[in-house]
């Protein structure tokens, strides 16, 4: 029997199924819009704090955890990454567990979703865990493993780099403003939900409230209580927005605060807003602190409450300003963080590219 050995006749199918291989990964992206199934993090499902893989795969089954080496102490930590494999180029989402909670934070999953139905890469760094070691909250290595994540996601997905984007609340958020600050040049656009801005601060407001565990974990953190004048205090500071957040004044920075949230006063957003704006854009300290104490909007500050970000099933907005780079958002609510406002907000947020120079005459 003769046997046709002409290269084409193997070639052409394996390119053929390569083709439409790469076809059907790269199947069209609907247009955008909101996720109507989820509001927002204390509307999910279960305890805000709540952490299971089995819930992940559940709803993601491509979602996979991996490992990676830190840059800077050689410790290697876990992170919930997913990436579609099509060939285009496409936005990361990084976004950051809060204060009580490791990388495997459940009420998370609605970002990994819309990342699933945008061809979007997801990456949900450890950064060392609860905020309860010296090695967590906002160190320098807690920093340098999410720079490390984005770095694995750069090497393992096709990322647009004009379009990588941090998402926190609380602690995460504290971190994510942390983060822009210490490295302005990653991001596209970043999301701080109710952050803390000063931890001695927060620590001393917390004494108020001795039922809470904050405290303890932030001795822990610290290596003793931050008083004032003691090195606990100082790096504190060092680990806080407040020292920093100068920083990240190029940064498309949005941040949200519930005007009735007793967990962390909006105040904390409202600073983090005021060295971020233009002068001219500033809340004074007496606006601030009608907030706080009214848990409302004073009349000064009454009319500026329109917020094309913020629809059905969010928050409802009492006050929304825009300066510079920075925008912030009060609304009616508690400690909390919405999904839809935050996505539909990155997505149109994304890095200018910098200009080729003109040759001279």
């Given at each position: 029997m003769k046997i046709d050995s002409h290269p084409v006749r193997f070639i052409l199918p394996v390119l053929l199924c390569l083709l439409f291989t790469a076809c059907n990964r790269d199947k069209p992206i609907p247009p955008i819009e909101r996720l109507e199934e989820y509001t927002t993090t204390k509307q999910y499902p279960g305890k805000v704090g709540d952490e299971s893989?089995?819930?992940?795969?559940?709803?993601?089954?491509?979602?996979?955890?991996?490992?990676?080496?830190?840059?800077?102490d050689g410790k290697v930590e876990p992170a919930l990454f997913y990436e579609s494999?099509?060939?285009?180029?496409?936005?990361?989402?990084?976004?950051?567990?809060?204060?009580?909670?490791?990388?495997?934070?459940?009420?998370?999953?609605?970002?990994a979703l819309w990342a699933e139905k945008y061809d979007w890469a997801f990456i949900q760094p450890n950064y060392r865990g609860v905020f309860e070691q010296p090695e967590a909250m906002?160190?320098?290595?807690?920093?340098?493993?999410?720079?490390?994540?984005?770095?694995?996601?750069?090497?393992?997905?096709?990322i647009d780099s004009s379009r990588v984007y941090l998402v926190g609340s609380s602690g995460g958020a504290m971190t994510a403003l942390v983060t822009a600050s210490r490295h302005p040049e990653l991001w596209a656009g970043v999301v701080a939900w109710v952050p803390v801005f000063d931890i001695p601060e927060w620590y001393d407001f917390n004494l108020y409230?001795?039922?809470?565990?904050y405290n303890s974990q932030i001795v822990a953190a610290l290596g003793g209580e931050p008083l004032e004048g003691t090195p606990a205090e100082a790096e504190?500071?060092?680990?806080?927005?407040?020292t920093q957040i100068h920083q990240a004044k190029e940064v498309p920075i949005l941040l949200a605060h519930g005007i009735n949230d007793l967990l962390v006063p909006p105040s904390h957003?409202?600073?983090?807003?005021?060295?971020?704006?233009?002068?001219?854009?500033?809340?004074?300290?007496?606006?601030?602190?009608?907030?706080?104490?009214?848990?409302?909007?004073?009349?000064?500050?009454?009319?500026?409450?329109?917020?094309?970000?913020?629809?059905?099933?969010?928050?409802?907005?009492?006050?929304?300003?825009?300066?510079?780079?920075?925008?912030?958002?009060?609304?009616?609510?508690?400690?909390?963080m919405a999904y839809n406002s935050t996505l539909l907000w990155l997505n149109d947020q994304q890095k200018k590219q910098p200009q080729p120079a003109t040759a001279q005459k």
């Open positions: 893989l089995d819930d992940w795969k559940k709803h993601l089954k491509d979602i996979e955890v991996v490992q990676i080496k830190s840059t800077m494999e099509s060939t285009r180029k496409k936005p990361l989402l990084v976004v950051l567990h809060s204060w009580s909670s490791g990388y495997l934070q459940v009420p998370s999953i609605p970002f906002a160190s320098d290595m807690a920093i340098q493993d999410i720079v490390d994540a984005v770095d694995y996601a750069m090497q393992h997905a096709n409230y001795p039922h809470r565990k504190g500071k060092k680990r806080s927005p407040s957003s409202i600073r983090a807003f005021n060295i971020l704006a233009d002068p001219s854009d500033t809340i004074s300290k007496e606006q601030m602190d009608y907030i706080v104490k009214e848990q409302a909007i004073p009349e000064s500050m009454q009319g500026e409450a329109s917020e094309p970000y913020f629809g059905k099933g969010d928050p409802e907005v009492v006050f929304s300003r825009e300066s510079d780079n920075v925008k912030l958002v009060l609304y009616i609510g508690v400690h909390d």
